[in-house]
């Protein structure tokens, strides 16, 4: 039988906080600006996507304290147990000196109406703390999360790349304290099940992916939480309440990214950020898409077994999962089962998933040698943005010829969904410019894309068209890509 | 006494950071959501129409005031003087739609909560039954519907347009679309209401208006203008959409407050902001313009139609400024521009960053890219053809003669710093040889004029004192949304009393203070304010010097100011003491301050007059990489000049224009406003609204202020304004864009892309290249 506890522990800057109470639907920055008036914390969209309320949270991932910059207002105070959260309000006394981070803002003249700054400050913290000489490129990354309507940037991105100018890492204190930190955190986790309040205020940390599995089989009605960076939204705009919430994320047994006969094997718990490295190694062409999917603070908390579970015609990694030939394991009390991940979406809002039961991890295989992989991300701004289309291809030449192609899109149906007829148009092939031309006007078998307001069906249709010819030039090494890269 | 005074220099034109920097960058710089709340604060929150257009068959508000934490619901009902908040009195926006709803997000009641959260999930158990009526959203729809106009038109004219157009060897007849922009500041609109004795009421709102606010606080509640106190420290930014668009928060919160007689606080979520206020209008432009062989334009008619939305609110003077533009730098021998402010069911719009003055200037933009490309030529020589001239060729359609022009040596310093030609004839060779990317170039100018057209809001006040330590109090009538402009009027303040800027106490704007005032808008707040501050410190000055010359025993004229203090005679006194002695001595160190622009005049039934003090100019060059396979782009350099005259504050100014410059260009390329076949605005929050992110800012960005440059008039410290003239200048990517998408038809045909550019929008202008259509 799992221990239960029935207190949410975590540290606030240089507090502890112990909370017997909580609403399921209390997000962090509502907790901080209204329970606990700290309000440097700014609201600006309530929906992950300015960054105004930015602060970090330091976790324990293998035993390694990480502090990653989050959105304070779709993370709900239920899902911090065992963290330290970190907000603008810890970085400089009000008599003192400034951090470095402040006093380089300053300085460069990087706040005008100054609503925005603070979730600037702590972004650039978060990345400072990584990469105390940053490039342009490291800032711009740093701050795809972070919308300031003033200044243009510049001098923002002037501040990021001087504040080792201000000040050493090694003297910054969450940085001295770090050993301190990780032991308080590391007594904190004790391995229990965390169970708070009732009903509609129901929370449910599960202690491991078995005790998930035994809580979810018994309340399969509870709503599944990892990231939030959509539940956040059903709170946040929709008002929905989603008690019993099961906050999934920090299931260390989710965690895993392992690689095994060839594939690899991520746990549905692994965030985009976590994932990145392994992900980048092993598909290197996924390094430029997996830089554009959210940004910075929705990569830190959204993972990837919930972009799957999710079921959105929008995601971004069904396309390049499903090209590569992915599956998931879903679990139910003890049983499993693998599916294909194109398998899994049926309809919109509609996915092969029984009540009570979650995905418990994907598996990727490995690019088989010779075969020709991309991803493409077709956004109305490039970073942070939702897709108007997302692509991906998977082709076999051999001797010339279309061996297998696969072909998944996103955007473009109701489901992430494979262009069976359009593959069918290239198998078999000779893999030539002609070959794919004749292959498009088979797209509109594939798909009737909607409009709305990322894109029109009009567009949709030429520029997942265009898609394939972009990817036939880039196979036979004729064609640019748009790069952002900064001198 | 015989103190020497320290060497130092005076503050002023000088970068100095902005006053509250060191307060954002930690979080302790208060918006009107983290003011300490009054103990039992109430929170408001909005019931919104869902129809675009509809008449009210029956509201049942029955669930929403039986809702937990509800204390109560305001309707029309509640309103005891009028229930209208029309900015111009046209008496076209009540504060609750009563039985009539004409756009989606009217509000229809508001819900009074002990929480913001209870009041906010009570307003949407309210039960509203429709009979929907026919509705347009854009100017297509209004045309179609006949032509409905929110407010009077203009029409600006001279010379003889037809004789103009028919002896012009060559024609060019077009249309231009230009999207309109939601203001996206962070932080949205709030305001807190706390009611006083008998009427008095107490305001905290987030305002470009504080007056307004009073006034419409005033005529709602039906009191008294003075028994309405408005206090504003600071916005989370405006950029316009504070000017009048705070006027129903403020007023509902001096409702409720008045009723309950608590304090209630009202700040709407960001989807609800979108969908309730005002934005850019959008502009659908027709033209005809008549040019010679060698591009100069001979005559010039064209339309400028708005989307106005449901009301006028400042649509007629946005329109009127998008004819006062309509002519850019250029020299027309004869020309007619006409407004068509649209009725549309749509939020009203309103002021905005330029203030139409954009629109106006990119349509101008527009026919001069048109007949670059007809003649096979660079849009910047046909731009130089037809700059206006200095002694002749100056007269603008509005009759006011340009006694300032410096737009040829805008360019031409641009063209050299930024080694146009050259990059111009890189560009066209690597277009050659590249097959899916292309790039463009493009230089625009700008040339923007500055005041109020309303002639009589070009007036301010100021309230400085100093106390008897020599620490100086400044109070003026403009307010701060992060432009800068308290630090530059503290610049102004401290460099005439010659102390530094941190002796200066700038304080919230406060209509108890400084009464009357006009918006901080029309880029105009530096110039206004800052002369009236000036105004205050110079009376208080010349009571203080006048105190020296008698307690130092030397005439006046042996009494002269210098950093730290006065000298009279031989004697140095420093500030603090001198201050100390006045008091001691019974001479009073508070002022107000009042300032008027001077030379301006505007008939708008005749179309003649000189509504601008000035012209501030600039230019900017833009270079972009287009993938034609999906329309995606990247700005690969940008280079800006503009001309702020002698800066106060050259990073303040430089942030201006950098800002300036970025919120302009993605207005033009990624800000789309979407409306939906059912009448909703479907962009309404940055997920599916996408204003620039660091990544979007050119890969090399390079601005400058034209050093060179003196604002001819007697503006504050020789300074030009500088908030609106760079955001037109983003129109040089859009002109970019459309270049190297012209480069698949090899150039043959101007693309004539509308905006905003969006990569759906640029890769259907290629595919148009492709197709051979224009």
């Not at chain 1, 913290?125 to 740093?142: F, K, R």
């Not at chain 1, 980048?280 to 062409?285: E, I, L």
Request: aromatic share 8%; hydrophobic share 40%.
């Amino acid at each position: 039988m799992t221990e239960i506890r029935t207190q949410l522990r975590f540290i606030l800057n240089d507090r502890d906080v112990v909370l017997d109470e909580i609403s399921a639907t209390r997000t962090l920055l509502d907790y901080l600006r209204l329970d606990r008036r700290m309000t440097g914390s700014k609201e600006g969209c309530a929906e992950g996507d300015c960054g105004a309320c930015t602060v970090l949270v330091g976790r324990l991932r293998g035993g390694e304290l990480r502090y990653e910059s989050i959105n304070a207002c779709i993370c709900f105070v239920g899902s911090l147990d065992a963290t330290h959260v970190v907000t603008v309000e810890h970085l400089s006394a009000a008599s003192g000196p400034l951090h470095p981070v402040q006093q380089a803002m300053v300085d460069h003249h990087g706040s005008q109406c100054g609503f925005c700054t603070p979730g600037i400050v702590m972004s650039l913290y978060g990345m400072w703390m990584q990469t105390p000489d940053p490039s342009v490129n490291d800032i711009e990354v740093a701050l795809q999360g972070n919308l300031c309507r003033c200044t243009g940037y510049a001098p923002i991105v002037k501040a990021g790349r001087s504040i080792s100018a201000y000040g050493k890492v090694v003297a910054d204190p969450l940085v001295a304290e770090r050993q301190s930190i990780t032991a308080r955190l590391a007594a904190l986790r004790d391995g229990r099940r965390i169970e708070l309040g009732t009903g509609k205020d129901r929370i449910i940390v599960p202690a491991s992916a078995d005790d998930l599995a035994d809580i979810y089989a018994a309340n399969p009605t509870g709503t599944l939480v990892a990231g939030a960076t959509d539940v956040g939204l059903w709170v946040t705009k929709f008002m929905r309440d989603i008690g019993p919430m099961i906050y999934i994320a920090d299931v260390a047994d989710l965690h895993g990214i392992a690689e095994l006969d060839g594939a690899l094997r991520i746990g549905a718990a692994v965030t985009y950020s976590e994932a990145q490295a392994a992900i980048v190694a092993r598909y290197p062409q996924l390094k430029e898409f997996w830089s554009r999917i959210g940004g910075q603070q929705v990569r830190n908390a959204g993972t990837i077994g919930a972009n799957i579970a999710n079921g959105s015609p929008i995601g971004d990694t069904p396309p390049p999962l499903i090209a590569l030939g992915a599956s998931i394991v879903l679990r139910k009390g003890d049983a499993r089962r693998e599916v294909r991940l194109e398998d899994f979406f049926i309809a919109y809002g509609k996915q092969d998933r029984q009540p009570g039961e979650f995905v418990e991890g994907v598996i990727v295989p490995a690019l088989p040698e010779g075969e020709q992989f991309a991803a493409y991300k077709i956004s109305k701004r490039r970073d942070e943005d939702i897709s108007s289309v997302c692509a991906a291809f998977r082709v076999k030449v051999e001797d010339g010829k279309v061996a297998s192609a696969v072909i998944a899109y996103g955007g473009m149906a109701a489901t992430p969904k494979r262009a069976r007829a359009v593959e069918a148009a290239l198998i078999g092939k000779p893999w030539t410019s002609a070959t794919v031309e004749a292959a498009l006007p088979v797209y509109e078998v594939d798909y009737q894309p909607l409009t709305d307001m990322r894109a029109s069906a009009e567009y949709r249709l030429l520029v997942a068209q265009n898609l394939l010819r972009r990817f036939f030039l880039e196979t036979t090494g004729a064609a640019e890509r748009l790069t952002r890269e900064v001198a | 006494m015989n103190k020497q005074s320290p060497i130092t220099t005076s503050p002023l034109h000088v970068s100095t950071p902005h006053d509250s920097a060191a307060k954002q960058v930690a979080g302790r710089a208060d918006y009107i959501d983290d003011l300490v709340e009054p103990e039992g604060t109430l929170h408001a929150y909005l019931g919104l129409s869902t129809k675009p257009h509809a008449d009210i068959a029956a509201m049942n508000l029955d669930a929403v005031r039986a809702a937990p934490g509800v204390v109560g619901v305001l309707t029309a009902e509640d309103v005891p003087a009028e229930n209208d908040i029309s900015s111009v009195h046209k008496h076209d926006e009540p504060v609750f739609a009563t039985t009539r709803v004409v756009t989606w997000g009217q509000p229809l009641f508001a819900v009074i909560g002990t929480t913001r959260e209870a009041a906010r999930r009570a307003a949407k158990l309210a039960r509203i039954e429709y009979r929907d009526l026919p509705f347009f959203t854009d100017v297509d729809g209004a045309m179609a519907a006949g032509g409905k106009l929110v407010t009077e038109p203009l029409k600006l004219e001279r010379g003889d347009v037809e004789a103009g157009l028919a002896a012009s060897p060559r024609r060019v007849t077009g249309r231009v679309r230009i999207g309109g922009q939601e203001h996206f500041y962070l932080e949205s609109q709030a305001a807190l209401a706390v009611p006083g004795e008998d009427d008095e009421v107490t305001l905290h709102c987030s305002t470009q208006h504080p007056t307004e606010i009073q006034v419409m606080v005033a005529q709602v509640l039906g009191i008294p203008h003075a028994a309405v106190t408005v206090n504003m420290r600071r916005m989370g930014g405006g950029f316009g959409g504070k000017e009048t668009q705070g006027n129903l928060f403020a007023v509902v919160a001096a409702l409720a407050a008045k009723k309950f007689n608590r304090a209630v606080k009202i700040r709407p979520d960001r989807d609800d902001d979108f969908q309730i206020t005002g934005k850019r209008h959008d502009f659908v432009v027709d033209y005809d313009v008549g040019y010679t062989d060698d591009g100069r334009i001979q005559a010039v008619t064209a339309t400028f139609a708005a989307r106005s939305g449901y009301s006028a609110d400042l649509s007629g003077p946005v329109t009127d400024r998008a004819l006062f533009h309509a002519d850019n730098a250029y020299w027309y021998p004869a020309v007619r521009v006409n407004s068509l402010p649209l009725f549309t069911n749509t939020v009203s719009n309103t002021a905005f960053r330029g203030f139409g003055g954009p629109q106006g200037i990119i349509a101008a933009e527009r026919w001069i890219e048109d007949i670059a490309y007809a003649l096979g030529k660079d849009p910047l020589e046909i731009r130089k053809a037809n700059f206006y001239g200095t002694e002749t060729n100056n007269i603008t359609p509005y009759h006011q003669v340009v006694e300032d022009n410096v737009i040829q040596r805008v360019i031409e310093d641009l063209e050299q710093s930024s080694d146009y030609q050259a990059r111009r004839q890189a560009i066209l060779a690597f277009n050659r040889t590249s097959s899916v990317l292309k790039k463009g170039i493009a230089m625009v100018p700008v040339k923007f004029g500055i005041s109020f057209t309303a002639t009589w809001h070009n007036q301010a006040g100021a309230l400085v004192h100093v106390y008897r330590d020599g620490s100086i109090h400044l109070s003026h009538g403009g307010t701060e949304m992060g432009q800068g402009l308290h630090i530059k009027v503290m610049q102004v303040v401290a460099d005439a009393f010659g102390v530094p800027v941190e002796r200066v106490q700038i304080t919230a704007s406060n209509t108890g203070k400084v009464p009357n005032t006009s918006a901080t808008a029309a880029s105009s707040g530096t110039d206004l304010n800052g002369m009236a501050a000036l105004d205050a410190a110079n009376q208080i000055k010349a009571r203080m010097a006048a105190h020296a010359a008698f307690i130092y025993e030397v005439e006046p004229s042996e009494v002269q100011w210098e950093f730290g203090g006065i000298r009279a005679g031989q004697q140095f006194v420093p500030f603090d003491e001198l201050a100390t002695s006045c008091w001691m001595n019974r001479v009073s160190l508070s002022a107000a301050g009042f300032y008027k622009t001077p030379k301006i005049h505007w008939d708008r039934a005749t179309g003649r007059g000189h509504p601008f003090y000035y012209f501030a100019y600039g230019a900017a060059a833009s270079e972009v990489t287009v993938d034609t396979l999906t329309g995606e782009y990247v700005v690969d350099r940008a280079d800006v000049l503009e001309d702020v005259g002698r800066s106060l504050n050259p990073a303040i100014d430089i942030g201006q224009v950098e800002g300036g410059f970025i919120q302009g260009m993605g207005w033009l390329t990624t800000e789309e406003l979407w409306w939906d076949s059912k009448g909703q605005l479907r962009t309404h929050a940055p997920s599916t609204y996408k204003i620039p992110l660091a990544s979007d800012v050119p890969r090399v960005f390079n601005v400058r202020l034209a050093e060179w440059s003196i604002n001819k008039e007697p503006a504050i410290g020789r300074s030009k304004a500088v908030g609106e003239p760079p955001l037109v200048l983003g129109y040089s990517v859009v002109e970019a864009l459309s270049m190297a998408v012209a480069s698949v038809a090899d150039y043959r045909v101007a693309p004539r892309l509308d905006m905003p550019a969006t990569p759906e929008r640029v890769l259907l202008a290629v595919e148009r290249m492709r197709k051979g259509l224009q």
